[in-house]
């Protein structure tokens, strides 16, 4: 299995996983030009951003370690430009999750991070 089709297995069991726990999932890998997010969804009346992130074993390190600030960065990034593009959902508060999966084991971290912006906010 190469890693395009391993990322989508493995953001198809976080999506099921998060469905199961009340989130209505909207969008899944949403792309524009700022990026790449994942899973997009509605939780508690919040719009949720989230980062799926896989490892076999902890070997590499845990899966929510390789979210950085950079990565940090662009997910807000693709977060404005999707409340600016979906007016309807921009007045909703907004979340930034992190599910991290290392093996069998599937690991929800809710308001992982906040907002990022470059010198400003939203």
């Known amino acids: 299995m190469n890693k395009r089709t391993t990322g989508k297995l493995y953001e198809e069991k976080a999506a099921a996983f998060l469905k199961e726990r009340g989130f209505f999932l909207l969008d899944m890998n949403y792309r524009c030009r700022q990026g790449e997010v994942d899973l997009i969804g509605i939780h508690d009346g919040c719009l949720v951003f989230v ?3 896989y490892r076999k074993d902890k070997r590499s390190g ?3 370690e390789a979210v950085g600030p950079a990565k940090q960065m ?3 990034r693709v977060s404005d430009y999707y409340r600016l593009s979906k007016p309807a959902e921009a007045a909703r508060q907004i979340r930034y999750d992190v599910v991290a999966i290392c093996g069998e084991d599937v690991r929800w971290y809710r308001d992982a991070f906040n907002y990022v912006g470059k010198g400003y906010s939203w």
């Open 51 to 53: 980062e799926v992130k």
């Open 62 to 64: 845990a899966p929510e």
């Open 74 to 76: 662009k997910i807000c």
